[in-house]
């Protein structure tokens, strides 16, 4: 019996496809690096829109605090006083009130 020795026959790359296999991967490359630079430009930009969101919560965090502040200075005898003098004019029995002449 004889026995049939198998060969295998080494099949070459062609240059066209070894060409094609270069271009594919510089594709792929130039690809990937886009996209991180736009993924870059995007998260900086998010960093700044954070940072300015940071700082208009502690301007409204202020500005909640001024208003609770107000609201209990709203709720005192020295409002009251203030607005009935400055407002509707009117003054204590014993008090007397000199104004200048204009």
């Known amino acids: 019996m004889a026995h049939k020795v198998r060969r295998r026959s080494k099949k070459r790359i062609s240059r066209f496809t070894k060409f094609g296999i270069v271009v594919l991967c510089l594709?792929?490359?130039?690809?990937?690096?886009?996209?991180?630079?736009v993924l870059n430009e995007q998260?900086?930009?998010?960093?700044?829109?954070?940072?300015?969101?940071?700082?208009?919560?502690?301007?409204?965090?202020?500005?909640?605090k001024e208003l609770e502040?107000?609201?209990k200075y709203v709720k005192t005898d020295e409002f009251v006083e203030e607005v009935a003098r400055d407002k509707l004019g009117l003054v204590y029995k014993d008090e007397v009130i000199f104004e200048p002449d204009s």
């Open 27 to 37: 594709v792929i490359c130039g690809t990937l690096i886009y996209k991180s630079n």
């Open 43 to 64: 998260r900086n930009e998010y960093s700044k829109q954070i940072s300015q969101l940071q700082k208009e919560k502690e301007e409204a965090i202020n500005k909640a």
């Open 69 to 71: 502040d107000y609201e």
